[in-house]
């Protein structure tokens, strides 16, 4: 069995991706970012690429998968609760709304990813009658 080299890509940029967003939010704010101003649309940003990067790994590795936007789902709110609750230990506040904006985000990401996918499969079935 040969490795799809489109799978490797998308699993380390997942990766990678959530070892940057677990960096970010762990690190000290320097003095002067984000006073006044909120930080929430970031938060939900970083999670709806985070959801699309997940369903995307999914998709790749088990395309017949039943359940996978729930598991999306899922994976990516335990990952966004642990991210939250753990900030307290590096000098960061744990905060409730921020959590919610990277629930909103997580759910948005992920109905992008279910919508484009379905869209592209519908265009390779309209180019392809046999699939």
């Known amino acids: 069995m040969s490795l799809n080299p489109w799978r490797v890509i ?3 940029t997942l990766c990678v991706y959530a070892t940057v967003l677990l960096t970010l939010t762990h690190m000290p704010k320097p003095p002067g970012v984000f006073e006044g101003q909120s930080d929430k649309t970031l938060h939900f940003m970083a999670y709806m690429v985070l959801a699309l990067l997940v369903y995307l790994v999914l998709s790749a590795y088990r395309p017949d998968q039943n359940y ?3 598991k ?3 994976i990516c709110m335990i990952f966004g609760a642990v991210d939250e609750s753990t900030q307290p230990l590096f000098g960061r506040s744990a905060d409730v709304r921020d959590y919610l904006f990277d629930v ?3 759910v948005v990401g992920s109905g ?3 919508a484009g996918c379905f869209v592209v499969r519908r265009y390779v079935a309209g180019m392809n009658p046999s699939v």
């Open 72 to 74: 999306v789902l899922v």
């Open 104 to 106: 909103l985000g997580i």
């Open 68 to 70: 996978r936007l729930i």
């Open 10 to 12: 998308i699993f380390v």
């Open 112 to 114: 992008l990813a279910l």
